[in-house]
């Protein structure tokens, strides 16, 4: 059974930046697929970015290209989402999560098998 914890979250003004974490324990870290969701009120999970195994390959929603970057340490057995140019649209609930599958479907939220508790991110304009 893995645990995820999630933080990094906070208020940042349009335009600034975030790095959000998610350590994890209790399971072999390098062996999940690891991936962070969103979910705004009164909206879906949406799938932000996601990172395979190794960390050679990485996945970003349209919305957040270019702006956000998805990496692992996986000696720290931490996941990263470095998050710059902030928008107000950012604004969420984030979640990292970890899947099983290892590193197929990591764009899809029914891959995973573990999910942090969320950490927010609100960006004012």
């Known amino acids: 059974q893995v645990q995820l914890v999630d933080t990094g979250g906070g208020l940042v003004q349009a335009g600034g930046s975030l790095r959000l974490s998610c350590a994890a324990s209790?399971?072999?870290?390098?062996?999940?697929?690891m991936g962070w969701f969103r979910q705004a009120p009164g909206k879906e999970r949406e799938f932000v970015a996601a990172i395979s195994r190794s960390g050679s390959s990485t996945y970003y929603a349209d919305s957040v290209k270019g702006r956000f970057t998805i990496s692992r340490d996986n000696a720290k057995n931490t996941v990263y989402l470095q998050m710059n140019s902030l928008k107000p649209e950012d604004t969420a609930v984030y979640y990292c999560a970890a899947s099983q599958k290892g590193d197929y479907g990591l764009k899809w939220g029914r891959s995973y098998d573990y999910w942090g508790q969320g950490t927010q991110v609100t960006v004012s304009s």
């Open positions: 209790g399971g072999t870290f390098s062996i999940y697929g």
